[in-house]
């Protein structure tokens, strides 16, 4: 069974720095890409960042240049730098990956609280 499992939330001051690390583990074939989407209170899960195996990456508007996702592919790891936090991204951050285990599917994690607050 695949588990997605998130750690490295928290509460930082704005301008503050996080980073979020998300481990999946199980029987995984191939690891197709991995990302982070957030969700806000009374707002819709949006993505945040996401990597592919292949390295090629995609940033939401609202944090390119401040976000920063890597990978390591030995560790099934895939981590998200913030920098300059900024109380608009206080959300719950999930952790998505692309990948095959029996079959190809979309696994979740179950999400880590990150709040950006004076």
């Known amino acids: 069974q695949v588990q997605l499992v998130e750690s490295g939330g928290g509460l930082v001051q704005p301008g503050g720095s996080l980073t979020l690390s998300c481990a999946a583990s199980?029987?995984?074939?191939?690891?197709?890409?991995m990302g982070w989407y957030r969700q806000a209170p009374g707002k819709q899960r949006e993505l945040v960042a996401a990597r592919t195996s292949g390295g090629s990456t995609n940033y939401a508007y609202s944090v390119k240049g401040r976000f920063t996702i890597s990978r390591d592919n030995a560790k099934n790891t895939v981590y998200l730098q913030m920098n300059s936090l900024k109380p608009e991204d206080t959300a719950v951050y999930f952790c998505?990956?692309?990948?095959?285990?029996?079959?190809?599917?979309?696994?979740w994690g179950q999400g880590t609280q990150v709040t950006v607050s004076s």
């Open positions: 998505n990956a692309d990948l095959t285990a029996i079959t190809r599917g979309t696994y």
């Open positions: 199980g029987r995984i074939f191939k690891i197709n890409a």
